[in-house]
């Protein structure tokens, strides 16, 4: 669902194996295919966020950058 400017919400169901589907919407925004790796980053606070691979890069280096200030 578009909530605001190209910002987006789904919610999703965890199953007993702790398995979630990602919503096939958000599945094609994001170009995701079977077989495609995504990483998962979590904060205590903040919660947990889903990265596509070609974003991954760009997220890592902005988090280290900000974890050495």
Not at 34 to 60: F, T
């Given at each position: 669902m578009n909530v605001y400017r190209?910002?987006?919400?789904?919610?999703?169901k965890i199953?007993?194996?702790g398995q979630f589907v990602i919503p096939?919407?958000?599945r094609?925004?994001?170009n995701l295919?079977?077989?495609?790796?995504i990483l998962v980053l979590g904060d205590e606070k903040k919660g947990l966020?889903?990265?596509p691979k070609d974003l991954q890069q760009d997220?890592?280096?902005r988090i280290f950058?900000?974890?050495?200030?």
């Amino acid at each position: 669902m578009n909530v605001y400017r190209g910002k987006y919400a789904w919610m999703v169901k965890i199953g007993e194996k702790g398995q979630f589907v990602i919503p096939k919407e958000a599945r094609e925004l994001f170009n995701l295919q079977p077989g495609d790796e995504i990483l998962v980053l979590g904060d205590e606070k903040k919660g947990l966020a889903v990265l596509p691979k070609d974003l991954q890069q760009d997220y890592i280096k902005r988090i280290f950058l900000d974890l050495e200030e």
